[in-house]
C-alpha cells in the first residue's frame, strides 16, 4: 500500500493508521437495507434488555424525506454525551439565528470566493507532491489532506498548528467527552486572540457578531467551532474518496467525465448518492402522533432515518446500485432535509469538483493500479456499532497515471 506524500508526523501517522483499518465491502448491506426497505419500508426494532427505549427506522425515499424534512412533527436531539450545546441540538427559531450568524462563508456566494484563493491552488499544490512519480494512493496521499487544510484556513487556524487540527477534525477514538474537553482546551486561547485581534475568518465573524444585543461568550464560540471542526473535514474526505472509487471501479463513467466535462457535477452527485458521506442514520423524535409510511408512531418516538438506504430506493433511482454519471435526476437529501440541512455542502461540493477536474487536468489515464488489491467502501462505524465514528469510505486508491515529460 502507498502513502508516500504524508509527513512522519504522529496525527498524521494515527491518520493514516485509521484509513488503513481492515473492513469488510459495504455493499452486502445495502442489499439487506432494500430487502428490509422492501418487505416494510418502516420497522420497529425491539432493543436488548436495558440498552434503550423502541426505535422505528426507516428506509424509504419517501419516508425519510418525511422525517428529516418536517420540524414540526420531529425533533432532532443532540448528542447525550455533549455538554456544549451546537447547532445539531437547537431546533425552531433558536436554532434558524444561530445558524444565520455564521452562515456567510458556507453560501454558494461565500464558497465562490474560497474556490479561486484557496481551494484550487492548495489541491493544485498537493498534485504536485505526487504527480512526477505516476503512482500514487489518492486517498492517503491527496483526499484525506485538501478537506483539513480547507476548513482550518476557513475558521482562522495558523498552519502552524496544522498536526494537532487534524486530531481534533478527524478524532480516532470518536467523537466523545474526552475529544470535547480536548477541543476546548485548544480552542479557548484562539478564541479569545479573535476578539483581542479578529481577522477575515470564521473566528473573526464570531468575534464580531452578537446574540439579542450582547457579544458572544466562550460557550457561544465553541457551539459553532465544535460542529465545524470536525464536519468540515471528515464528510469531505469520505465524498472525494467514494467519488473517486465510484469512477475508478467504473472505467467507463470516468471516460465519459474526461471526455465531457459538464458531467463533473453529475459526477459529485452521484457519489454522494451512490455512497453518502455522512452518518448512516439520523436519529429524529416524533413531537405529535404522526404517520409515516402507513405506520402510526405516538408522540416521543425515536426514529432513524436510514438515509443511506434512501438514496438507493429502487423506486427513485434505476438501477440504484449502479454508479452513473449520466443520471439526469439530482439527489436529494444527501446532506439533509429542511432546516438542519448540512451549512458545509456547497463547500464539500466545491471541493469535489475541483480535486476531480485537477485530477482530470493532470492525472492523464489515470486507472487503478492493477497489482494492488480491489478496493471497496467500508461502513461507516459509530455509538450504535460500537466503532469509532468514522464514515463509509474507501481507505485506499493506489493508482497509476502518466507523469509529466
Not at 450582547?214 to 467551532?225: G, I, M, Q, S, V
Request: charge should be negative; proline fraction near 8%; aromatic fraction near 6%.
Amino acid at each position: 500500500m502507498r502513502g508516500h506524500g504524508l509527513e512522519h508526523v504522529s496525527n498524521r501517522d494515527r491518520l493514516v493508521e485509521h484509513l488503513q483499518k481492515p473492513g469488510e465491502d459495504i455493499e452486502p448491506r445495502y442489499a439487506r437495507w432494500a430487502e428490509e426497505r422492501r418487505r416494510c419500508p418502516v420497522a420497529k426494532t425491539s432493543p436488548a434488555e436495558g440498552s434503550g427505549p423502541e426505535t422505528y427506522v426507516v428506509y424509504s425515499n419517501a419516508g425519510v424525506r418525511q422525517v428529516m424534512g418536517d420540524d414540526r412533527c420531529f425533533t432532532k436531539p443532540g448528542p447525550s454525551w455533549r455538554t456544549t450545546r451546537t447547532l445539531l441540538s437547537m431546533n425552531g427559531e433558536e436554532h434558524r439565528v444561530h445558524r444565520a450568524l455564521v452562515a456567510d462563508p458556507f453560501t454558494v456566494q461565500g464558497v465562490a470566493r474560497f474556490e479561486k484563493t484557496l481551494i484550487v491552488p492548495l489541491i493544485h499544490d498537493l498534485v504536485d507532491k505526487f504527480v512526477s512519480r505516476g503512482e500514487a494512493d489518492l486517498v492517503l496521499d491527496f483526499t484525506s489532506h485538501y478537506p483539513f487544510h480547507v476548513i482550518r484556513r476557513i475558521i482562522g487556524i495558523d498552519e502552524s498548528e496544522h498536526d494537532e487540527f487534524i486530531g481534533l477534525a478527524f478524532p480516532v477514538n470518536g467523537l466523545n467527552r474526552g475529544w470535547e474537553d480536548h477541543i476546548k482546551e485548544f480552542l479557548l486561547p484562539r478564541i479569545h486572540a479573535a476578539r483581542a485581534n479578529p481577522k477575515d475568518d470564521v473566528l473573526g465573524l464570531l468575534a464580531r457578531s452578537e446574540l439579542d444585543g450582547r457579544p458572544l461568550t466562550d460557550e457561544d464560540f465553541l457551539e459553532y467551532l465544535l460542529l465545524l471542526i470536525p464536519a468540515g473535514a471528515d464528510t469531505t474526505v469520505a465524498g472525494s474518496s467514494n467519488m473517486f472509487a465510484g469512477l475508478l471501479l467504473h472505467p467507463e463513467q470516468l471516460e465519459l467525465v474526461r471526455r465531457d466535462r459538464g458531467l463533473v457535477n453529475r459526477a459529485v452527485n452521484e457519489a454522494l448518492r451512490w455512497q453518502n458521506p455522512a452518518a448512516t442514520t439520523f436519529l429524529r423524535r416524533s413531537l405529535c402522533p404522526v404517520e409515516v409510511e402507513g405506520v402510526a408512531m405516538p408522540e416521543n418516538t425515536l426514529i432513524r432515518a436510514h438515509v443511506s438506504a434512501h438514496n438507493r430506493d429502487e423506486t427513485v433511482y434505476a438501477e440504484p446500485d449502479r454508479y452513473d454519471v449520466t443520471r439526469e435526476r439530482a439527489p436529494a437529501g444527501v446532506f439533509g432535509y429542511g432546516p438542519h440541512i448540512c451549512l458545509g455542502m456547497h463547500l464539500a461540493r466545491a471541493e469535489m469538483r475541483v480535486a476531480l477536474n485537477v485530477a482530470l487536468d493532470r492525472l492523464p489515464h489515470l486507472r487503478l493500479d492493477p497489482s494492488a488489491p480491489r478496493p471497496f467502501v467500508r461502513p461507516a462505524s459509530g455509538p450504535d456499532t460500537g466503532g469509532d465514528g468514522s464514515l463509509a469510505a474507501v481507505n485506499s486508491l493506489p493508482v497509476l497515471f502518466d507523469p509529466p515529460a
